[in-house]
């Protein structure tokens, strides 16, 4: 996505990509109620009048946050799963915690949380959140059924990997580097089913 302010002020009323990703920043920042036609204007330093040549309402721009966050996050997982050169089942996996553990993304992880609770009591992002989840799962079950577990057990270990995954942003982070990558290399073992080194 890009940042606020990337296109020149007097060509921000033309561009729907930076009214959303300013509504971006400010779920991230508030949640959905954050979310407002007057206070986006202002960040844009835009009237609000251009809001209305990308949506007729509020609730459009929110129908469209939800459909940019639920199609960016299936197309993410979907090349995130490709292998690389020769991964294995095993590889795919632990570059997939990697990326997510070693390399956060502050940003993203808030708009994760903020979808999730904005789900909580709307229909239409409870949907959007149950479909990521199902794509997310879809592509990391097979995964774990290549390294030999059936479909009930892979679809167990597929659920405790994205737990583990998204539940680490809600911990304090371990301030030992060599202890949380011992940590980190253990819970990968364990959710793997391989024994740790």
């Not at 997939?96 to 789900?119: C, F, S, T």
Request: charged letters at 30%; glycine letters at 6%; one cysteine or more.
């Amino acid at each position: 996505m890009n940042r606020p302010g990337r296109f020149p002020l007097r060509e921000a009323k033309t561009h729907r990509e930076a009214w959303l990703d300013t509504a971006f920043a400010m779920l991230a920042e508030g949640g959905v109620d954050h979310v407002r036609i007057e206070p986006l204007a202002r960040r844009l330093r835009v009237t609000k009048g251009g809001f209305y040549w990308h949506f007729k309402d509020r609730a459009e721009l929110l129908a469209a946050l939800l459909t940019h966050w639920r199609d960016g996050r299936m197309a993410v997982i979907a090349r995130h799963v490709t292998p690389e050169a020769d991964e294995d089942a095993e590889a795919v996996l632990r570059r997939l915690l990697g990326r997510y553990l070693d390399h956060p993304n502050p940003r993203g992880a808030a708009i994760e949380m903020a979808v999730r609770d904005w789900a909580r009591h709307d229909p239409g992002a409870a949907a959007a959140v149950a479909e990521v989840d199902r794509a997310r799962l879809a592509h990391v079950v097979p995964l774990f059924e290549s390294l030999g577990a059936g479909p009930c057990e892979a679809e167990a270990r597929a659920r405790l990997f994205y737990a583990y995954v998204f539940g680490q942003n809600l911990l304090s982070p371990t301030s030992d580097a060599a202890e949380a990558a011992r940590q980190q290399d253990r819970i990968a073992a364990i959710l793997i089913g391989r024994d740790a080194a």
